[in-house]
């Protein structure tokens, strides 16, 4: 069974920065390799609605952001560590939430249609105030 761990969270002021991790894992063994995840990020601020914020198609590096964390935000991977990264910069306190990292072995339509995502983690909690 395919497990996801995020870790990175924490208490940031604005501006500052924090890169969150998102490691697979329980995958060895199957058909499956890392480099064949689709890997999404999510947020949740307390009293809305989970939203997609960034995402990697790993087998080509495709890469989508949600509008208000373009430019601010960076997903990359590091496949040595079988690991992907969320770098945020430039934090605000709307940035706020709780970041959950979400992935599927299935080729996706909609990268920010959360129920095309087969595994998530339990989340790591940002939180940007002075």
């Known amino acids: 069974e395919v497990q996801i761990v995020e870790s990175g969270g924490g208490l940031v002021q604005p501006g500052g920065s924090l890169r969150l991790s998102c490691v697979p894992s329980g995958f060895t063994g199957s058909d499956f390799k890392f480099e064949d995840f689709t890997i999404g990020w999510f947020r949740q601020a307390p009293g809305k609605e989970r939203e997609g914020i960034s995402y990697?198609?790993?087998?080509?590096?495709?890469?989508r952001y949600a509008d208000s964390v373009k430019g601010r935000f960076t997903i990359s991977r590091d496949s040595a560590k079988k690991t992907v990264f969320l770098e945020m910069n430039g934090l605000k306190p709307e940035d706020t939430a709780v970041y959950y990292c979400?992935?599927?072995?299935?080729?996706?339509?909609?990268?920010?249609?959360?129920?095309?995502?087969?595994?998530w983690g339990q989340g790591t909690q940002v939180t940007v105030s002075l």
């Open positions: 979400a992935a599927t072995f299935k080729l996706i339509l909609d990268w920010n249609d959360q129920s095309e995502y087969d595994y």
């Open positions: 990697m198609r790993l087998p080509d590096d495709h890469t």
